[in-house]
């Protein structure tokens, strides 16, 4: 059974960085393109970034180069190094395969902007 466990988040002041790890179990992680989402309090869930499974990336508009992502195909890991960060990054940030073939979702890591 795939697990997803994301880690990393907290509370950053505008203009703080923050790296955000997923750590992916039960299947092949590597044949995979692995995508970061997040979801701020009443609205939906977004796109954020998404690495292919040879390490090409591509970036929502909102955060364009601010975050970069990467994976460590060897550790299982996708990460998200988050830099200028603005409050409205706040949101509990997921990752997932972008196909839809995981059938979960892990539990998130809460990433909130404040001063």
């Known amino acids: 059974q795939v697990q997803l466990v994301e880690s990393g988040g907290g509370l950053v002041q505008p203009g703080g960085s923050l790296r955000l790890s997923c750590v992916v179990s039960?299947?092949?992680?590597?044949?995979?393109?692995m995508g970061w989402y997040r979801q701020a309090p009443g609205k939906q869930r977004e796109f954020v970034a998404a690495?292919?499974?040879?390490?090409?990336?591509n970036y929502a508009d909102s955060v364009k180069g601010r975050f970069t992502i990467s994976r460590d195909n060897a550790k299982n890991t996708v990460y998200l190094q988050m830099n200028s960060l603005k409050p409205e990054d706040t949101a509990v940030y997921y990752c997932?395969?972008?196909?839809?073939?995981?059938?979960?979702w892990g539990q998130g890591t809460q990433v909130t902007v404040s001063s």
């Open positions: 690495v292919t499974s040879d390490g090409r990336p």
């Open positions: 997932k395969d972008t196909a839809g073939n995981f059938p979960t």
């Open positions: 039960g299947s092949i992680f590597s044949i995979y393109a």
